[in-house]
């Protein structure tokens, strides 16, 4: 068969890829057609272009110095409104919560993943959030004190025993083995050496999982309704199984300890807040347990692991800070007798340290909420369609000398006595809102511990392969550091 002289053959495949075009391309203008600024997309990609695997940070700062504060981009077809005006962000990120309550929609028939508190909307992540939030106060961290330092001390014996080798370390291999370390012990009840037991099923699962972002990652993001109907899982269905499995079995192993033999770590304390459930709340069974404790690694592991790193060379980099925080932990050493919860806690040069290193180096590019019903935005008289979703540049707003002058230096004074200069709603490394990260005290305990008890022992210095700036690795979601190679000079 044939029309006008042209097989079928050739025919029916063109058509089909007409009709893919004609669909992945019917939402292109949306944001111009709207009055608004848009990033110009291309088939397939959208606005992100054929260099997938760009900086996004990097990326989005170009948008923003070109754009503005306010401006579409199209992810695949799909329009999404990136917002960077303070003011904004606090209408929909606070004041106007209800109508933008709810994450992207990552879930894609994954039985362990789908149950996470992270994709959750509605009154299910309510209640989840309610039960899970008593884990994470100030008296429930201080049960996890001693299990920390016991990572801490893991962390620094094996980076001094590494530089004995009169060779320069590359920190990230060290910082991703400690915050392995961590999350196995106080999430897992497992106690670890990742660094010198990378052979670990455990290790290798952890590694497999949060390894450098999947392509399955980039699939959800540019073609959600494809990710949906092949079920796609974000990250490796292998090892979520494999934690699965390891949850279980040490759930089973816990129902044969004594009360005064029950460690007291996140995986007990989520075993007690489903135990003590009351009838008002959806009922929560041990299949959630399990999904949070996995979602608790992967959404813990990021964060840690890179803030250390850029932490470690910023400390390398700038000897005269380097100082002021190793004098602060000698001071706090002798005035407090230990390195412990509370005694970190008081340490105000380190909280501005880290807040800076935060800063500068955000793991997280961007914070996202998708609106849940038609909505004005603000007093802009942009009118947000039911499931669009809103982006905010964390790195672009961090650098953005308005908020933060002389944005590529170094300055934890910012965080000291300009604090108050700190515009609210331009520095947000764990979001802001009721949406905001469950888990920001413990991340900030856990890197802040590492820190002072590490500057104990050593300092970092640069060596012949450290940069000025670290490289970063290629890819979208998150800013890490390529490689942080440093010379370890011990504390006499």
């Known amino acids: 068969m044939d029309f006008f002289g042209i097989p079928v053959y050739i025919l029916f495949p063109l058509g089909l890829f007409l009709a893919f075009y004609l669909y992945m391309t019917r939402n292109f203008g949306y944001w111009k057609n709207r009055g608004i600024p848009e990033v110009p997309p291309r088939f397939l990609v959208g606005s992100i272009g054929w260099n997938?695997?760009?900086?996004?940070?990097?990326?989005?700062?170009?948008?923003?110095?070109?754009?503005?504060k306010i401006f579409g981009i199209y992810e695949g077809?799909?329009?999404?409104?990136?917002?960077?005006?303070?003011?904004?962000?606090?209408?929909?990120?606070?004041?106007?919560?209800?109508?933008?309550?709810?994450?992207?929609?990552?879930?894609?028939?994954?039985?362990i993943f789908d149950r996470g508190l992270f994709v959750q909307s509605g009154e299910r992540w309510k209640q989840l959030r309610s039960m899970m939030s008593p884990t994470f106060t100030s008296g429930k961290l201080r049960l996890m004190d001693k299990s920390l330092d016991e990572c801490c001390q893991t962390f620094i014996n094996n980076i001094i025993e590494e530089s004995k080798k009169g060779k320069e370390v590359d920190i990230n291999k060290f910082s991703s083995a400690y915050s392995i370390d961590v999350i196995a012990r106080t999430a897992f009840g497992i106690k670890l050496d990742s660094r010198k037991d990378p052979n670990n099923p455990f290790v290798k699962a952890a590694r497999k999982s949060v390894g450098p972002i999947p392509w399955r990652f980039v699939l959800?993001?540019?073609?959600?309704?494809?990710?949906?109907?092949?079920?796609?899982?974000?990250?490796?269905?292998?090892?979520?199984?494999?934690?699965?499995?390891?949850?279980?079995?040490?759930?089973?192993?816990?129902?044969?300890?004594?009360k005064d033999e029950t460690p007291r770590d996140f995986l007990q304390l989520l075993l007690e807040a489903i135990k003590n459930q009351d009838n008002k709340t959806e009922k929560f069974d041990l299949d959630d347990v399990v999904s949070q404790s996995v979602s608790f690694f992967i959404a813990g592991y990021f964060g840690p692991t890179?803030?250390?790193?850029?932490?470690?060379?910023?400390l390398a980099v700038n000897p005269d800070i380097q100082e002021k925080l190793i004098n602060e932990v000698d001071e706090t050493i002798k005035k407090l007798g230990e390195l412990n919860y509370d005694s970190v806690s008081?340490?105000?040069?380190?909280?501005?340290?880290?807040?800076?290193?935060?800063r500068k180096h955000s793991p997280a590019v961007r914070l996202e909420r998708k609106v849940v019903e038609d909505h004005e935005l603000g007093d802009t008289g942009i009118v947000i369609e039911?499931?669009?979703?809103?982006?905010?540049?964390?790195?672009?707003?961090?650098?953005?000398?308005?908020?933060?002058?002389?944005?590529?230096?170094?300055?934890p004074e910012r965080f000291l006595s300009d604090k108050s200069n700190i515009l609210p709603f331009t520095n947000l490394p764990f979001g802001v809102g009721p949406r905001n990260c469950i888990g920001m005290r413990f991340a900030l305990m856990e890197i802040k511990m590492v820190l002072a008890k590490t500057l104990q022992?050593?300092?970092?210095?640069?060596?012949i392969n450290t940069k000025k700036e670290p490289d970063l690795l290629l890819g979208r979601g998150f800013n890490r550091p390529k490689d942080v190679y440093l010379k370890i000079e011990l504390r006499k």
């Open 306 to 314: 890179f803030t250390i790193s850029f932490c470690a060379h910023e």
């Open 457 to 463: 022992y050593i300092r970092f210095k640069p060596g």
């Open 386 to 411: 039911k499931d669009t979703m809103i982006g905010v540049p964390i790195y672009a707003l961090n650098h953005d000398p308005k908020y933060f002058p002389d944005p590529d230096k170094f300055d």
């Open 52 to 68: 997938i695997k760009s900086n996004q940070g990097k990326q989005e700062q170009e948008w923003y110095n070109k754009y503005g």
């Open 346 to 358: 008081e340490m105000k040069y380190l909280e501005a340290f880290v807040q800076e290193t935060l």
């Open 220 to 258: 959800a993001i540019l073609f959600p309704a494809v990710a949906r109907l092949v079920r796609l899982a974000v990250f490796d269905p292998y090892s979520l199984n494999f934690f699965k499995l390891v949850t279980n079995d040490v759930i089973s192993k816990r129902k044969l300890l004594k």
């Open 77 to 111: 077809s799909n329009p999404t409104l990136i917002i960077a005006d303070p003011e904004l962000i606090k209408t929909v990120f606070v004041k106007d919560f209800h109508y933008f309550s709810d994450p992207r929609s990552l879930r894609f028939g994954n039985p």
